[in-house]
């Protein structure tokens, strides 16, 4: 289990964290109650990007 942490700025790195499935539910939580859960399309420039596989 897994979870992503997209950057708010475009040339940060995102962060990955993997977890055993014993505190996932826990850890899901925790994050909520602190992070902005934001759906979020890719922009122009990342649209060109992945179209250019870099």
Sequence with gaps: HS???VPRKRF???QTIY???EV???LVDMLAAR???KETAP???DRILA???L
Excluded: A
Aim: glycine residues 10%; negative net charge.
């Design 24 to 26: 996932g539910e826990t």
């Design 43 to 45: 922009d122009l420039i």
């Design 19 to 21: 977890f055993p499935e």
């Design 51 to 53: 179209r250019l596989h």
């Design 35 to 37: 992070l902005p859960m």
């Design 12 to 14: 940060q790195l995102g």
């Design 3 to 5: 979870v992503v942490l």
